[in-house]
């Protein structure tokens, strides 16, 4: 059974990095891609990015200047880091396999 | 990036209502939709893939339809079980996006 669980801090100042985790269940990081998407509050879904089975990776390019994901195999995790967070950054992050099984979520609020 | 115009924002309709959902893309994007569910507090279930497969699991109520830039997700009756926020989401090009979603509430 495939399973997605997002973990991570609820609460970041602005102009610090986020950093969120994705544990992953019933499928191989070697194999499969999971991608990080976010929803802003009231607002629709953005694609982030991504990290391919073979390691690489995609970005959307309105983030890439500030975000990195990576992945730790051995613990079936993956990672996202962005960095210089602004309130606008506030939103629930979501990762998901390529968009067939998603986790419940991370709500990420970006306040002082 | 291709843009994904969904309409309507808002749905109201009974129980037992033929019920559809329509997502415009901007390009030609074959039949690479999917269809989604998102209740309040839970994952996105995927619906729909690839236009018209439903998805296992998924009750035969629901189904979808069209290919290039015009797509349809209907409920043929709808239960109150479904109400939620549906979007569609085009992965023929990249970035993959999205559309703004469709809140369905019962009348």
């Known amino acids: 059974q495939v399973q997605l669980k997002e973990s991570g801090p609820g609460l970041v100042q602005p102009s610090q990095t986020l950093s969120l985790t994705c544990t992953v269940s019933g499928f191989s990081l070697t194999s499969n891609s999971v991608h990080w998407v976010r929803q802003p509050p009231g607002k629709g879904l953005e694609w982030m990015g991504g990290?391919?089975?073979?390691?690489?990776?995609d970005y959307n390019s309105a983030l890439k200047s500030r975000l990195s994901i990576s992945r730790d195999t051995s613990k079936s995790q993956v990672f996202l880091k962005m960095n210089s967070l602004q309130t606008d950054d506030t939103a629930i992050y979501f990762c998901s396999d390529w968009f067939a099984y998603w986790g419940q979520g991370t709500l990420v609020t970006v306040s002082s | 990036d291709i843009q994904m115009t969904q309409s309507p924002s808002f749905l109201s309709a009974s129980v037992g209502d033929r019920v559809t959902i329509n997502c415009k893309a901007s390009?030609?994007?074959?039949?690479?939709l999917n269809w989604y569910q998102q209740k309040l507090g839970e994952a996105p279930k995927l619906l729909i893939y690839?236009?018209?497969s439903l998805q296992t699991g998924i009750p035969s109520r629901f189904s979808g339809s069209g290919s290039g830039t015009d797509f349809t997700l209907t409920i043929s009756s709808l239960q109150p079980e479904d109400v939620a926020t549906y979007f569609c989401?085009?992965?023929?090009?990249?970035?993959?996006?999205f559309g703004a979603g469709t809140k369905l509430e019962l009348k």
């Open positions: 390009q030609n994007i074959n039949r690479y």
């Open positions: 990290i391919w089975g073979d390691g690489s990776t």
């Open positions: 690839n236009a018209n």
């Open positions: 989401l085009q992965h023929n090009s990249w970035p993959p996006t």
